[in-house]
């Protein structure tokens, strides 16, 4: 838009955008490019949390409006162009860890999602999230970045068919000839090829090939495309705060808590960076910008969804010269706008059928296989000569997917790391706190 007009001033003077060196074209377009490049979320977070047993159609709105509020938050209090939305890890912690394997109730997970995200809120304000951060060494940070992702990988290959329960040998390989099957390897082949080439909204634009073909295959049915939003009614302020101070519960809430501030560090300093925003080494306002992914996870559990925090997906934005909170405003409008296409949401993330009466989710499959993969890559920075830093991070690693179960893959970690640089004679490298911690963990296994 031309720079003289009163709408051009007014959101120079909001954003700084010439103290940036940007302009408002720029920024829209920027915010354009990070949706399309996150906006595989509002297909896969109501399928991950329907399999907890939540209303698929309110998790979507519950999505979409606490996405667009992280994102609107962040552009306008921290002046950042770092959008938010439901984490992907931290969804399949909340369905497949927390309610279907351990069992607890989906209203009582969202409870403890609330608590995290308060506890985030308290830690922010205070220098206790330094000390917390500190307090865990780099090789399990990385170690649990990269078993998530292969756990995330896993589920990914189990919708796609590619990979099949089996007894002796736990899994095996599915039906990889059935025409559903073949559905979902096409999808991740395109999705793949497109990330190859650096193809922006390659996760979006493959699930729309995806579609296309099930569409013309006939495993796929279009209902739709606009219609009012769902209701939030079936997760609205559905939170059971009752009888919260348990073993079990702690631990959960611990886990959340450090996967959420290992998220938004990681991706306020990587997109930063990348972003030219920090100033001698740190970033201006990242306190503001943490007190947004608190208040949008706090918001997200009332509303009826997993944790909300900064996508590193932002980076594409930054890449298309997003520099200002005007990238994650346009961002956040334009998930807003995605309330209307529940039809076609609801089409695209819809389950198919193999010949066993498995259900698969061959559409958005693919997205969780690549997105895994990408988590997976941190392993790459792990000091893999030193024993006492990568023989945590792989049990790390290991135990999450092996077990299907991210806190007890922390939890070997956790415990690991502190007993074998007792071993090895270094046991002064052991922060305190990663003492307590590990203790805490051996208690809460004793207390089983």
Not at 139 to 151: P, T, V, Y
Not at 159 to 186: D, W
Not at 259 to 281: E, R
Not at 313 to 323: I, K, L
Request: hydrophobic share 55%.
């Amino acid at each position: 838009m031309p720079a003289h007009t009163p709408l051009a001033s007014m959101l120079d003077r909001v954003f700084d955008l010439s103290g940036r060196k940007t302009d408002a074209r720029t920024e829209l377009a920027a915010g354009l490019t990070t949706f399309l490049t996150m906006a595989y979320i509002i297909f896969v977070q109501p399928q991950v949390l329907a399999s907890a047993g939540m209303d698929p159609g309110a998790v979507f709105t519950a999505t979409c409006i606490s996405s667009a509020l992280g994102c609107i938050l962040m552009g306008l209090w921290a002046n950042y162009p770092i959008a938010q939305a439901p984490l992907m890890g931290e969804n399949f912690f909340f369905a497949y860890v927390v309610v279907s394997g351990m069992g607890v109730a989906w209203p009582k997970a969202l409870a403890l999602v609330f608590v995290s995200g308060c506890v985030f809120l308290a830690l922010t304000l205070t220098r206790l999230r330094e000390i917390l951060i500190n307090s865990v060494p780099q090789a399990l940070k990385f170690g649990i970045a990269s078993g998530i992702g292969l756990f995330v990988a896993l589920i990914g290959l189990k919708e796609a068919g590619v990979v099949v329960a089996n007894a002796p040998t736990l899994v095996a390989l599915g039906p990889v000839t059935s025409k559903p099957v073949l559905l979902a390897l096409f999808g991740l082949a395109v999705t793949a090829g497109l990330m190859a080439r650096k193809t922006r909204g390659a996760i979006l634009i493959g699930m729309l090939a995806t579609s296309a073909l099930g569409a013309a295959l006939g495993l796929i049915r279009l209902t739709g495309v606009f219609s009012a939003p769902p209701s939030l009614a079936p997760t609205l302020f559905r939170l059971d705060l009752g009888g919260l101070l348990t073993w079990n519960n702690f631990s959960i809430v611990l886990i959340f808590l450090f996967m959420t501030l290992f998220d938004t560090l990681g991706t306020l300093v990587g997109v930063g960076v990348q972003a030219g925003l920090m100033k001698d080494g740190k970033l201006p306002r990242a306190s503001r910008a943490l007190l947004c992914d608190a208040v949008a996870t706090t918001a997200g559990a009332c509303l009826g969804t997993s944790t909300v925090s900064s996508y590193i997906e932002s980076a594409t934005g930054v890449a298309q010269g997003g520099r200002t909170g005007l990238t994650a405003v346009t961002t956040g409008l334009l998930f807003l706008l995605s309330l209307f296409f529940s039809p076609l949401v609801q089409s695209i993330g819809g389950s198919v059928a193999l010949g066993s009466g498995a259900l698969i989710h061959p559409v958005t499959a693919p997205a969780l296989i690549l997105v895994g993969s990408l988590m997976a890559a941190t392993a790459r920075h792990i000091d893999w000569d030193d024993a006492t830093e990568g023989l945590p991070a792989f049990l790390t690693m290991a135990v999450i997917p092996f077990t299907f179960n991210i806190a007890d893959g922390i939890a070997a970690g956790f415990i690991s790391y502190p007993l074998l640089k007792f071993c090895a004679g270094r046991g002064k490298q052991t922060p305190p706190l990663l003492w307590a911690l590990a203790v805490l963990f051996l208690l809460r296994y004793a207390c089983l």
